[in-house]
């Protein structure tokens, strides 16, 4: 399995996830929660691993042992927030709203708000370490952090327009980190010198 091969899965996958949150965002905010939009949000999770993967390969060389560190929180805390999101989206949707507030008065409510800690504090390192590797573009590197952790804080609260817009602009800034694992950028020659390497014509990672 080829590091191409990944960068490209992840991208496709990145932009699933993009579109699986930004889209029932848009729709919830005229429409409220539904089981469409919240069955769409539960299963697309599913591919956050894959695309923050492919995310971490195409600038780990420039992001060295803070970006290592910072993709493996960001990783196990997405696989925790994800189970969360699931369960959210696909269990507790169904059942009465009794019932899932008993659920989350209990030991659960402990293990979602650890999920959650885990899941904000490996976002913003990971942010940071796109911002200083300076491989993918900054702009949807810096609303990537702040955009998901605002998801994971506001995701006990009802639904409301503030919700919608940032379910948009986190789906949004995933999709253009995604679609810039699909653009070709320069490598480095070695044996070259600098000048010679910056003209080399670019591959794609």
Do not use: K
Not at 80 to 103: I, R, S, T
């Amino acid at each position: 399995m080829s590091t191409t091969w990944l960068l490209r899965f992840g991208a496709a996958c990145g932009v699933v996830l993009g579109l699986s949150t930004a889209v029932p965002g848009l729709v919830e905010a005229f429409t409220g929660e539904t089981a469409a939009t919240s069955f769409v949000v539960g299963v697309g999770v599913a591919f956050g691993a894959p695309a923050l993967t492919a995310l971490y390969l195409r600038q780990h060389a420039e992001s060295g042992r803070f970006g290592a560190v910072a993709y493996a929180v960001n990783l196990i805390g997405l696989g925790l927030f994800a189970g969360v999101a699931f369960a959210l989206n696909l269990v507790l949707y169904y059942v009465d709203e009794a019932v899932a507030d008993e659920v989350l008065a209990g030991p659960t409510r402990f293990a979602v708000l650890g999920s959650a800690l885990v899941f904000v504090i490996g976002t913003i390192l990971f942010s940071v370490s796109m911002l200083l590797a300076r491989v993918l573009p900054p702009l949807p590197a810096a609303v990537y952090g702040a955009a998901f952790t605002l998801l994971a804080v506001l995701a006990p609260l009802p639904d409301s327009p503030l919700t919608s817009a940032v379910h948009v602009l986190a789906g949004g800034s995933l999709i253009w980190l995604s679609a810039a694992l699909r653009t070709p950028r320069a490598v480095p020659v070695e044996g070259r010198s600098s000048r010679m390497a910056g003209a080399a014509p670019p591959v794609r990672g």
